[in-house]
T-cell receptor, first 114, second 115 residues
Framework: GQQVMQIPQYQHVQEGEDFTTYCNSS?????IQWYKQRPGGHPVFLIQ?????EVKKQKRLTFQFGEAKKNSSLHITATQTTDVGTYFC??????????????FGKGTHLIIQP | DSGVTQTPKHLITATGQRVTLRCSPR?????VYWYQQSLDQGLQFLIQ???????AKGNILERFSAQQFPDLHSELNLSSLELGDSALYFC??????????????FGPGTRLTVL
């Protein structure tokens, strides 16, 4: 079945440094979503990428979807303490009906040292 | 607050028992998804319902079942519980059946502990 690998598992950064997490799928994706989960909280939707090569920005966050629609990345510029949490990518495969649930990566835990 | 509610927040039970987790989706959302989150497996998709009908199945065990009622709330039934079923169970909802072009809103989760 479809697998989504995410690296790194943990990332320690100093406040103000940049952060990047990478996501790779074993199969071509129809779309990819990114979620953030704060410690003790629930996943919260950040963004969805659909088109090959798509790049989207949200303030300090930049999301990319690979040309082959099998990989994606999330880059945070100048991290702040509010960025702490686990970032998950979640992909949906190319299959009929579009009713499949999301396949989540195992997430990257972002730890920020002030 | 996502608008998705889940009860109970915490559940402690013994092996071999059966429990029911409840979810109320956001007002107007027709799709409900169930996920299991554990330390070793991460977030695993279990099952999706749309307007009362099962739409997609993921890694759901045969000991687990779910349903969505006419008022759109959903229940996840876990039976013959094992220690390994201890996890955080999330419900999510979205407006339509297709995940494409549509974000999912997650509830606060139910933490299940099997002793």
């Amino acid at each position: 079945g479809q697998q989504v690998m995410q690296i790194p598992q943990y990332q320690h950064v100093q406040e103000g440094e940049d952060f990047t997490t990478y996501c790779n799928s074993s199969t071509t994706l129809s779309n990819i979503q990114w979620y953030k989960q704060r410690p003790g909280g629930h996943p919260v939707f950040l963004i969805q990428l659909v088109k090959s090569g798509e790049v989207k920005k949200q303030k300090r966050l930049t999301f990319q979807f690979g040309e082959a629609k099998k990989n994606s990345s999330l880059h945070i510029t100048a991290t702040q303490t509010t960025d702490v949490g686990t970032y998950f990518c979640a992909g949906q495969g190319v299959s009929g009906g579009g009713a499949d649930g999301l396949t989540f990566g195992k997430g990257t835990h972002l730890i920020i040292q002030p | 607050d996502s608008g998705v509610t889940q009860t109970p927040k915490h559940l402690i039970t013994a092996t071999g028992q059966r429990v029911t987790l409840r979810c109320s989706p956001r007002s107007g959302d027709l799709s409900v998804y169930w996920y299991q989150q554990s330390l070793d497996q991460g977030l695993q998709f279990l099952i999706q319902y749309y307007n009362g009908e099962e739409r997609a199945k993921g890694n759901i065990l045969e000991r687990f079942s779910a349903q969505q009622f006419p008022d759109l709330h959903s229940e996840l039934n876990l039976s013959s519980l094992e220690l390994g079923d201890s996890a955080l169970y999330f419900c999510a909802s979205s407006a339509v059946a297709r995940v494409n072009y549509n974000e999912q809103f997650f509830g606060p989760g139910t933490r299940l502990t099997v002793l």
